[in-house]
């Protein structure tokens, strides 16, 4: 069997995936755990890794193939040349592990040693403190024999 993307309606993932599933289709739609702060609340939301697409392994003489199009929620399937667009078993399986990796390790916790890896503080070890929105964080650096708290962006930061 094969993965197939199909491109769902906005707004209507997990629609698509109720129906698909419904029909005995085995689906694969990747989701994570995003942060938002919205009005001032930080709030945990369950968000698609691939926003408005998902998988499903089918075989090419599957009778299923007519069905896609007119289930409820789907779009349309992912062609080029008007042949479905096949994905690899192991793509599929580094995506599957790469959410695993991300759900064991949650992200950077408060006392996490760090290194910063660009702007004015590049190199220097630091310890994470805090998230400070969405692309800033708040690290702890010793600087002149003293424990110094800094914003810095996301990206700067290595661990």
């Not at 993307?5 to 029909?23: I, S, V």
């Amino acid at each position: 069997m094969t993965w197939y993307a199909l491109q769902h309606k906005p707004a209507q993932g997990d629609r698509a995936l109720a129906h698909l599933q419904n029909q005995e289709m085995t689906c694969f739609y990747p989701k994570i755990q995003v942060e938002k702060i919205k009005a001032g609340k930080r709030s945990i939301k369950l968000e698609p890794l691939f926003p408005g697409y998902l998988f499903v392994q089918l075989e090419q003489t599957d009778p299923c193939w007519a069905k896609l199009r007119s289930t409820r929620g789907v779009l349309r399937v992912v062609s080029f040349a008007n042949k479905p667009a096949a994905i690899s078993d192991e793509v599929i399986q580094q995506v599957k592990q790469g959410l695993d990796t991300v759900q064991q390790h949650g992200g950077l916790k408060p006392g996490e040693a760090v290194q910063l890896s660009e702007g004015p503080f590049e190199g220097i070890n630091a310890v994470f403190q805090a998230y400070d929105g969405e692309e800033r964080a708040i690290v702890l650096i010793s600087f002149m024999q003293k424990q110094q708290s800094v914003k810095v962006s996301v990206s700067a930061i290595r661990h």
